[in-house]
């Protein structure tokens, strides 16, 4: 099966460095298959027939033992996230919207608690979608961006530190390196 690694805070800044390409190597020496990286954010890809849990206990104990930092991450089966852009509505496929953001939930995420947060943020510019993986924005007007509840408000959430994001664009593409039905 073919499965996404998402990495939350590496590589900004000049902090918290991850080289992909030894990252890459380390996944296919764990046994994990056909790794690849896209962009320098922490998008990877493997192919690996383990389970999801003995994946996830296998990049813990990795990072833990490797990085001297905390390395936040969402593991997900291609599967699952095609079958959850399949459920997308279509405003969030607009490409001329300003802005399209999808906040991955980290395992620690409590999606309830994100939508009672969020849930006044949509209006007649801003859009939001909750997914079984992540919470998908549009906002349509960069005029209006910068007073918009997402710009505004999302810093300050409690639930900043539990999402990773990825731009609209970014997610099409890693939508294609898993291979979109």
């Given at each position: 099966?073919?499965?996404?690694?998402?990495?939350?805070?590496?590589?900004?800044?000049?902090?918290?460095?991850?080289?992909?390409?030894?990252?890459?190597?380390?996944?296919?020496?764990?046994?994990?298959?056909?790794?690849?990286?896209?962009?320098?954010?922490?998008?990877?890809?493997?192919?690996?027939?383990?389970?999801?849990?003995?994946?996830?206990?296998?990049?813990?104990?990795?990072?833990?033992?490797?990085?001297?930092?905390?390395?936040?991450?969402?593991?997900?089966?291609?599967?699952?996230?095609?079958?959850?852009?399949?459920?997308?509505?279509?405003?969030?496929?607009?490409?001329?919207?300003?802005?399209?953001?999808?906040?991955?939930?980290?395992?620690e995420a409590d999606?309830?608690?994100?939508?009672?947060?969020?849930?006044?943020?949509?209006?007649?510019?801003?859009?939001?979608?909750?997914?079984?993986?992540?919470?998908?924005?549009?906002?349509?007007?960069?005029?209006?961006?910068?007073?918009?509840n997402y710009h505004?408000?999302?810093?300050?959430?409690?639930?900043?530190?539990?999402?990773?994001?990825?731009?609209?664009?970014?997610?099409?593409?890693?939508?294609?390196?898993?291979?979109?039905?």
């Amino acid at each position: 099966m073919r499965y996404i690694l998402l990495l939350r805070g590496i590589n900004v800044g000049g902090k918290n460095k991850v080289v992909m390409a030894d990252l890459k190597a380390d996944l296919e020496e764990l046994g994990f298959e056909n790794a690849v990286s896209y962009i320098n954010s922490g998008n990877l890809f493997f192919n690996s027939e383990e389970g999801e849990e003995r994946i996830r206990e296998k990049l813990e104990s990795y990072f833990a033992q490797t990085y001297d930092f905390p390395l936040p991450f969402v593991l997900l089966s291609s599967a699952i996230l095609q079958e959850e852009a399949k459920r997308l509505p279509a405003w969030w496929w607009d490409e001329s919207a300003y802005r399209r953001d999808v906040l991955f939930y980290l395992p620690e995420a409590d999606r309830e608690q994100i939508m009672a947060e969020t849930e006044t943020w949509s209006n007649d510019k801003e859009q939001i979608h909750f997914g079984q993986t992540a919470f998908f924005y549009s906002n349509a007007d960069q005029a209006d961006y910068l007073k918009s509840n997402y710009h505004k408000k999302l810093l300050k959430s409690s639930f900043y530190k539990k999402v990773t994001i990825r731009n609209g664009k970014t997610f099409q593409k890693i939508l294609e390196l898993v291979g979109k039905d």
